[in-house]
C-alpha cells in the first residue's frame, strides 16, 4: 500500500471511531483485559477496521493487531518470520485515552522478516502525524525531521519506577507517558534522550524503534541486541543517539537491579 493511503486510512478510521469517544465513553464501553489494562469500545472497531483495510490492500500480509493477539497470542508467532506483515495498535495509551487525557495515539507499523520499514504514529488530539521509513528518514506533518544531535547532560530519562534512583547523578528520571505514540516522538523531536521499557510487544515498540533508528538513536535490549519482531530481553533501551544509549545501558541496569527484575515478554 502507498504511504499516502496508509496515512488517510489511519486518520480517516481514528476520526470515525476513536476521537468522538474521546471523553464520551460510558462504562459498558470500557473493559479490563488484565488488572489495570484497559481496552474500550474505540480499540475494538478501529482495530478491526485497520485489519481489514490491510487485508484487502495486502492480501498476502498477515495482519496482526494488539487486541486480536490478546485473543490469539499464537498470532504472534509467525510476525518474527513473515516475508510482510502489517501490525496495528488501535489506541496506544488506552488508559490515558479512557481517563481523558489526550496523550495517546493510533500505531501502525510494516515489516519485512520481522525488521521494520514503515512506519505511523498519529496523535489525533494533538493532531501529528510522524511517519518513519527505513533508509527515507522521518517526517512530521509531512515536513522531514533533521537527524537529533548528541543529547547533552544530564540525560532526560522516561524509566519505571524501579529504575528512578534518586541517587542517580548525569539523569534527568521521570514517568514514561503511558503511551509509546507519545514517548517516541518525545525522543524524535529531542525532548527526551531516553526511554526505558519492561514491556516489549511489537505493536508498542516497533513503529518508534523505526522513528528513533531514522534520527540516529538506537533502540537495543539491554545487552546491544537490536529491538525486533520476536525479541525480547531483561529491559529495553530507547536513545537519542548510540552514546546515550550506552550511558543509559551502562549507568540504569545495574547488578542490583538485574538481580531483582528477572526477564519477562
Not at 77 to 88: F, K, M, N, R, S
Not at 127 to 145: C, H, P, S
Request: with cysteine; aromatic share 6%; proline share 8%.
Amino acid at each position: 500500500m502507498l504511504t499516502a493511503s496508509v496515512t488517510d486510512a489511519i486518520v480517516d478510521v481514528s476520526a470515525r471511531l476513536v476521537v468522538p469517544r474521546f471523553r464520551t465513553l460510558k462504562v459498558d464501553q470500557i473493559e479490563q483485559k488484565h488488572p489495570g489494562d484497559l481496552v474500550t469500545v474505540a480499540d475494538k472497531e478501529a482495530e478491526a477496521e485497520l485489519t481489514e483495510i490491510f487485508r484487502a490492500g495486502d492480501p498476502d500480509a498477515l495482519v496482526l493487531g494488539e487486541e486480536a493477539v490478546f485473543a490469539d497470542p499464537s498470532l504472534l508467532d509467525g510476525l518474527p518470520t513473515a516475508e510482510h506483515a502489517w501490525v496495528i495498535d488501535p489506541v496506544d495509551g488506552t488508559n490515558n485515552f479512557a481517563r481523558g487525557s489526550a496523550d495517546f495515539g493510533v500505531m501502525v507499523v510494516e515489516c519485512r522478516r520481522g525488521d521494520p520499514v514503515r512506519s505511523w504514529i498519529w496523535q489525533p488530539i494533538h493532531d501529528r502525524m510522524f511517519i518513519a521509513e527505513a533508509g527515507g528518514g522521518v517526517t512530521l506533518n509531512g515536513e522531514a525531521l533533521a537527524p537529533l544531535p548528541e543529547p547533552g547532560r544530564p540525560l532526560r530519562a522516561a524509566a519505571p519506577k524501579s529504575l528512578r534512583h534518586n541517587d542517580l547523578s548525569g539523569f534527568l528520571l521521570r514517568p514514561t507517558a503511558r503511551s509509546c505514540a507519545i514517548d517516541y516522538p518525545h525522543v524524535a523531536l529531542g525532548e527526551l534522550d531516553v526511554l526505558c521499557y519492561r514491556s516489549q510487544n511489537p505493536w508498542d515498540h516497533l513503529p518508534g524503534a523505526l522513528l528513533v533508528s531514522e534520527l540516529g538513536g538506537r533502540a537495543a535490549l539491554h545487552g546491544g541486541d537490536a529491538y525486533r519482531a520476536g525479541r525480547h530481553g531483561v529491559l529495553l533501551l530507547v536513545a537519542g543517539s548510540p552514546d546515550a544509549w550506552q550511558a543509559a545501558d551502562d549507568a540504569l541496569v545495574t547488578p542490583d537491579w538485574l538481580n531483582g527484575h528477572p526477564r519477562r515478554v
